[in-house]
């Protein structure tokens, strides 16, 4: 029987290591791409700039990326879901929540949902308010997509959006300002 090695050499082409991390996105006046600010208040210019957006708008994105400087090159980057409250539309239709996280501007949400590619819609829902205690849980219309495979959904909430010094989230998620 014989035994196959590889080894590694300084020819072969290496990748860097990304920082994944969600982050605000602004654009310039042509709809590029041209800086993102992280939820740490870091602020990056991009050497690799992406066109296509709406101009002078500010995006939520998942971004992958490494840094040198004050500048990032981006490798991954993903559209983030800003959630709003839709206590008005409440609807509850399934979902996961994966992870739930605090930064200084949002809490953000990594979701799991069933879908066979339909059209989703995402909120919050303001259940009842306890003092300075908010008590929140996410609305989720499916509109009649069925529910097939999963898949991940990041979204985020303005904390700006919301009254309180300490947050709930579905009852076992617990933020605290």
């Avoid at 196959?4 to 990304?18: I, M, Q």
């Avoid at 994105?61 to 959630?83: D, H, K």
């Avoid at 990594?110 to 066979?116: E, N, P």
Wanted: glycine residues 8%; contains cysteine.
């Amino acid at each position: 029987m014989a035994l196959f090695l590889a080894s590694c050499n300084d020819e072969e082409e290496s990748f860097p290591s990304l920082i994944t991390e969600m982050a605000d996105g602004m654009t310039d006046g042509s709809g590029t791409l041209t800086t993102i600010i992280t939820d740490g208040d870091e602020q990056y210019s991009l050497t690799n700039p992406q066109t296509g957006y709406v101009p002078n708008a500010l995006y939520r994105l998942l971004c992958g990326y490494t840094v040198e400087g004050q500048a990032a090159t981006l490798y991954t980057l993903e559209g983030v879901r800003i959630l709003r409250d839709s206590t008005s539309v409440a609807q509850r239709d399934p979902l996961t929540i994966v992870s739930a996280w605090q930064t200084s501007r949002y809490l953000n949400l990594h979701l799991s949902v069933k879908t066979q590619g339909g059209t989703h819609c995402f909120g919050y829902i303001t259940d009842s308010i306890v003092g300075e205690h908010l008590y929140l849980s996410l609305h989720h219309n499916q509109n009649q997509d069925p529910e097939a495979y999963s898949t991940d959904v990041y979204a985020s909430i303005p904390l700006d959006s919301l009254e309180g010094s300490l947050i709930t989230l579905e009852g076992k998620y617990d933020f605290g300002r």
